[in-house]
C-alpha cells in the first residue's frame, strides 16, 4: 500500500490539528495503521496505532485524552486528530500501514509501508 499523509502545519498551543494519511494501492483494509513522529533531535517515536476494522486502538502515554486515531476504510484514509497540542508534539508526523499484527503495533520494525511525512508545528 502506498502513503501519503497530509495535514500538518502552524498551530499556537491549545490548539488542534488533523492529519490524514491517503492509501492507495492495495485492501488498505487489510493493513493496520500507525503514527509515528520525529521531533527534532530525537528519535522516530510511536504515536497512535488503529487494527485494520478500526476496533482497536494504542497511544503512546503523552498523548492519550488528546490524540484520537480513526479510520474510514471506504475512504481508504486513516486520521489523527490532535488536541490541546503543546510544543512537545512538534514533529514531523509519519503514517504507516503493516499487513501482519504479530508484533506491538509501537514498534516501528513491523510496519511495511511508510508514508512521506508531513510537519506539525506547535508555536507557544
Known amino acids: 500500500v502506498q502513503l501519503q499523509a497530509s495535514g500538518g502545519g502552524l498551530v499556537q498551543a491549545g490548539g488542534s490539528l488533523r492529519l490524514s494519511c491517503a492509501a492507495s494501492?492495495?485492501?488498505?483494509?487489510?493493513?493496520?495503521m500507525g503514527w509515528f513522529r520525529r521531533a527534532p533531535g530525537k528519535e522516530r517515536e510511536f504515536v497512535a496505532a488503529i487494527s485494520r476494522n478500526g476496533g482497536f486502538t494504542s497511544y503512546t502515554d503523552s498523548v492519550k485524552g488528546r490524540f484520537t486515531i480513526s479510520r474510514d476504510n471506504a475512504k481508504n484514509t486513516v486520521y489523527l486528530q490532535m488536541n490541546s497540542l503543546n510544543s512537545e508534539d512538534t514533529a514531523v508526523y509519519y503514517c504507516?500501514?503493516?499487513?501482519?499484527?504479530?508484533?506491538?503495533?509501537?514498534?516501528?520494525?513491523?510496519?511495511?509501508?511508510w508514508g512521506q511525512g508531513t510537519q506539525l508545528t506547535v508555536s507557544s
Open positions: 504507516a500501514g503493516r499487513s501482519r499484527s504479530i508484533l506491538s503495533a509501537a514498534y516501528s520494525g513491523g510496519y511495511d509501508s
Open positions: 494501492g492495495r485492501a488498505f483494509s487489510t493493513y493496520d
